[in-house]
């Protein structure tokens, strides 16, 4: 079946440090993947995305890297700020009409 | 213009209460969907539709409904609510197809007391 497994939470980090979270999948296929972030009372926004193996997906300094041969997409920033403090979903869709979500990673960087 | 909205953001009732959660969005999208996060932040899919009709319904208990009187609206109605169903309500669409992404709404904190 389709899933995702993310790292848990939570995660605290100074700030300034260097930030992974893991995730892998399982699909049928060849899924685009996904990381959402949701700040303190808001909905998930799109950070990033990749739709094909080997792909990076990048923004606001924020990078994963599509692996097929390892099945992962792991989140990683060089540098976090305070700003950066939310909840981190990894997702992934073959159809673009189903989502699976892993279960959230919870971030709170310290200054 | 907000893609995604839904309405009302807060909501505090009784127990044993009907109440509806409306959402609209405005990005021609074909796929509409209503998810469920819990305290702990576990994201749930409740039910989805696309042009419509239904795709997707989950495990949900009987007393949540959803309409989707026309592609660009999914309203959620939930009958004698219960503590149990205290929780974040997301609205999302999607236009469908390889690589698309799901656009979320802001979310209804529903507070059953």
């Known amino acids: 079946g389709n899933s995702v497994t993310q790292m848990e939470g939570p995660v605290t980090l100074s700030e300034e440090a260097f930030l992974t979270i893991n995730c892998t999948y399982t699909a049928t296929g060849y899924p685009s993947l996904f990381w959402y972030v949701q700040y303190p009372g808001e909905g998930l926004q799109l950070l990033l995305k990749a739709t094909k193996a080997d792909d990076k997906g990048s923004n606001k300094g924020f990078e994963a890297t599509y692996r097929k041969e390892t099945t992962s997409f792991h989140l990683e920033k060089g540098s976090v700020q305070v700003s950066d403090s939310a909840v981190y979903f990894c997702?992934?869709?073959?159809?673009?009409?189903?989502?699976?979500f892993g279960t959230g990673t919870s971030l709170t960087v310290i200054p | 213009d907000t893609a995604v909205s839904q309405t009302p953001k807060y909501l505090v009732t009784q127990m044993g209460n009907d109440k509806s959660i409306k959402c609209e969005q405005n990005l021609g999208h074909d796929t509409m969907y209503w998810y469920k996060q819990d305290s702990k932040k576990f994201l749930k899919i409740m039910f989805s539709?696309?042009?419509?009709?239904?795709?997707i319904n989950e495990t949900v208990p009987n007393r949540f409904s959803p309409k989707s009187p026309d592609k660009a609206h999914l309203n959620l109605h939930i009958n004698s609510l219960e503590l149990g169903d205290s929780a974040v309500y997301f609205c999302?669409?999607?236009?469908?197809?390889?690589?698309?992404?799901?656009?979320f709404g802001e979310g209804s904190w529903l507070t059953v007391v």
């Open positions: 999302a669409s999607s236009l469908g197809g390889v690589g698309n992404t799901i656009y």
């Open positions: 997702a992934q869709s073959n159809t673009g009409n189903q989502f699976y």
């Open positions: 539709y696309n042009n419509k009709e239904l795709i």
